[in-house]
């Protein structure tokens, strides 16, 4: 390959990555965003956190095509393959995580009279985590850091961990408050969606670690799986 080539396919990989790191940073935001809207009953916000996921979805499609061009007209090979094969896969996670973010949103209206609902003020801590997920993973890919993402894996225990707890106690609190049972089970939901955002961000760190390593992370210990 030339110099100009070499140069060329190095921008293209930047800018790939770029995408990714701008995909990503929507998604931590737009969960944020979701549970502060949830946390103050902000229709509007939640709103806009509904509309911003165009945005996820239209990085996604610019992703599919960078990474088909550069596939196409740059022929990589071996660590440069993996990467962007591993670009393209992610960006379909991400979008994923986006639309979780905006489920969560979604259901902002449907739980009014939320300040008598205890439970609801530890979701935000759980959200934390799985945001803190994302977005180490997306360091590690930006590092190609294979360590950073095997932490990410290990990470997810916690929030399973987490989930399960909140479930218990989410049931438990509908059965003594049956009045409350329909405006519980959207929380049920947000703290499932919640445990699927760090399955996700796992299932981007096994991604990274292929793509730094060219071996597949080999089976990890897990806690107990999610109750649901």
């Known amino acids: 390959m030339s110099v100009h080539t070499v140069k060329a396919f190095d921008d293209e990989i930047g800018e790939l990555r770029g995408l990714i790191a701008q995909m990503g940073g929507l998604a931590e935001q737009a969960i944020a965003a979701a549970m502060t809207a949830l946390k103050h009953h902000d229709l509007d916000a939640a709103q806009r956190v509904i509309d911003g996921d165009k945005q996820i979805d239209a990085i996604e499609l610019e992703v599919e095509r960078l990474a088909v061009q550069l ?3 740059r ?3 071996a660590d440069d393959l993996r990467e962007v094969v591993a ?3 992610i960006a379909g996670v991400i979008e994923r995580i986006g639309d979780y973010a905006k489920n969560i949103a979604r259901r902002v209206a449907a739980i009014e009279d939320h300040g008598d609902i205890e439970p609801l003020s ?6 934390d985590m799985a945001r803190k997920m994302v ?3 997306l360091d590690a890919f930006a590092a190609r850091d294979p360590a950073g993402a095997i932490r990410v894996c290990d990470s997810d225990r916690a929030v399973d961990d987490f989930y399960n707890s909140l479930f218990r106690v989410l049931v438990t609190y ?6 409350s049972i329909g405006q519980v089970a959207h929380l049920l939901f947000i703290a499932k969606n919640l445990e699927r955002v760090g399955d996700h961000a796992t299932n981007v760190a096994e991604m990274v670690y292929y793509a730094a ?8 210990e897990r ?5 649901i």
Do not use: C
């Open 174 to 179: 509908m059965m003594e408050n049956p009045a």
């Open 135 to 137: 977005h180490d993973v």
């Open 71 to 73: 596939i196409a007209l």
């Open 223 to 227: 806690g107990a799986a999610p109750l």
């Open 213 to 220: 390593t060219g071996v597949h992370m080999g089976e990890r």
């Open 122 to 127: 530890v979701l935000p801590a759980m959200a």
């Open 87 to 89: 670009a393209l896969k």
């Open 75 to 77: 022929a990589p090979l």
